[in-house]
């Protein structure tokens, strides 16, 4: 099992990696067949969120859903055991799913790049970060605009739900397998979820013409 370690607006020193990979071989018992685990490590610089300086984001690539959890903390030690405890609650649950669904068809994993070694670029370049994804600058403002593409393929409300859970985001973009609409699952107060889905044409389905309208004089 490959551990790529990115630093993101910080260096990542030697020792540190070695302690990453020493704090990730529990991964392995959880997920034999896990083929890459992606560590990106970010600082804040600003001095009012120094009790969250440090993040620590971690993604499994799997040959089922892509696994991830992130935490910070005043350190990136005590970030990446924080979000190691959210990791391996992710990767029991998963286990334990497949356990149940023998026969159920996994669904492929998100199409992350790997890591690549970030260069300097001007200001209003877009920069691809380690993740993936791409960074835009808005215009003249400090506003960051963050993109990145998934593969994707339709599966249920229960599905997105419990892949929603895996990746700890409060909404999940899906194509919903029974209507082929594309759909968003949300976290809503408490232990309840909503799903908004968009009233598209699906691709190939003839769209009906709008009833004439009878003419009075």
Request: glycine share 4%.
């Amino acid at each position: 099992m490959e551990i790529v370690v990115a630093g993101r607006h910080t260096d990542v020193a030697p020792r540190f990696r070695a302690h990453v990979e020493q704090k990730l071989a529990k991964v392995e018992q959880l997920a034999p067949r896990a083929q890459r685990i992606d560590v990106l490590v970010s600082h804040e610089a600003n001095p009012r969120q120094s009790g969250s300086c440090d993040r620590v984001e971690l993604t499994v690539l799997d040959k089922g859903p892509v696994i991830r959890a992130e935490a910070c903390a005043d350190d990136r030690y005590a970030a990446l055991d924080l979000a190691l405890g959210k990791l391996l609650e992710r990767l029991r649950r998963t286990r334990d799913r497949r356990k149940d669904h023998r026969n159920h068809t996994p669904v492929p994993p998100v199409d992350v790049r790997p890591p690549t070694q970030e260069e300097p670029v001007a200001d209003d370049e877009p920069v691809v970060t380690a993740d993936g994804a791409v960074e835009t600058t808005l215009g003249d403002s400090p506003v960051v605009i963050r993109e990145k593409v998934h593969q994707a393929l339709p599966m249920t409300v229960d599905d997105a739900l419990y892949e929603m859970e895996l990746v700890g985001h409060d909404f999940f973009l899906f194509v919903d397998a029974e209507t082929a609409q594309p759909a968003v699952a949300y976290r809503r107060r408490g232990w309840s979820y909503g799903v908004i889905k968009l009233d598209t044409p699906v691709a190939g389905t003839p769209v009906a013409e709008p009833a004439p309208q009878a003419v009075t004089a």
